[in-house]
């Protein structure tokens, strides 16, 4: 079980920074994969940006040169920094924890945090 706390959203003007947090309730350490997504209303969340446990990275496309996803595992803390925001990075941000265990994986969820890039 991992309890995620997300923070860090908010209004940002296009162009601007933003810094995403995620508390994990337990060590991050052995959690095989933390990741960032995000979702629009009526459509499908997606993938941001996801980092393994071996430190292997993954953007998605669109946001690739502008975000950058890293962790503090004495903190239990995974970030997403937000460079160069656009209006259609509007969305809400989810923490993702997947544990591998044997041949099955659980996927773990915060709340969400609010992120809103416009003049």
């Known amino acids: 079980q991992v309890q995620l706390v997300e923070s860090g959203g908010g209004l940002v003007q296009p162009g601007g920074s933003l810094r995403l947090s995620c508390a994990a309730s337990?060590?991050?350490?052995?959690?095989?994969?933390m990741g960032w997504y995000r979702q629009d209303p009526g459509k499908q969340r997606e993938l941001v940006a996801v980092?393994?446990?071996?430190?292997?990275?993954n953007y998605a496309d669109s946001v690739k040169g502008r975000f950058t996803i890293s962790r503090d595992n004495a903190k239990n803390t995974v970030y997403l920094q937000m460079n160069s925001l656009k209006p259609e990075d509007t969305a809400v941000y989810y923490c993702?924890?997947?544990?591998?265990?044997?041949?099955?994986?659980?996927?773990?969820w915060g709340q969400g945090t609010q992120v809103t890039v416009s003049s």
């Open positions: 980092m393994t446990s071996g430190d292997n990275t």
């Open positions: 337990r060590s991050i350490f052995s959690i095989n994969a």
């Open positions: 993702n924890a997947r544990v591998v265990v044997g041949a099955t994986y659980g996927d773990y």
